[in-house]
């Protein structure tokens, strides 16, 4: 019998209302159609102290899936996906 390793973010987790924010605060959101959000959040991990950026995709309050991200690859990151976009006529 197969077995599926289950993760922390493998976990649906109901998300609270943040009415308001903007990216200045730590947290943005990106309307995707179909009623999905992409949100981009600062959190901290109390288990490793260290804070990271949180992508997730959400829906009805619910994250359905989730990627941490070191603080120091978010540059980066998003100066690959201006050139994939860019090379890729996006």
């Known amino acids: 019998m197969a077995t599926r390793k289950v993760t922390e973010e493998s976990i649906e987790e109901p ?5 308001g924010e903007h990216s200045g ?6 309307k ?7 949100t981009i ?19 009805g309050g619910v994250k359905k ?5 070191n603080p120091s690859h978010v540059r980066m ?8 976009a860019d090379d890729n006529k996006l």
């Open 77 to 84: 990151l998003a100066e690959a996906l201006i050139k994939f």
């Open 41 to 59: 959040s600062l959190a901290h991990s109390d288990r490793f102290e260290k804070e990271y950026v949180e992508l997730a995709k959400e829906r």
């Open 32 to 38: 995707m159609g179909g009623g999905w959000y992409m």
């Open 25 to 30: 605060d730590g947290y943005t959101e990106i």
């Open 65 to 69: 899936s989730r990627f941490n991200l």
């Open 15 to 19: 998300v609270e209302e943040r009415a």
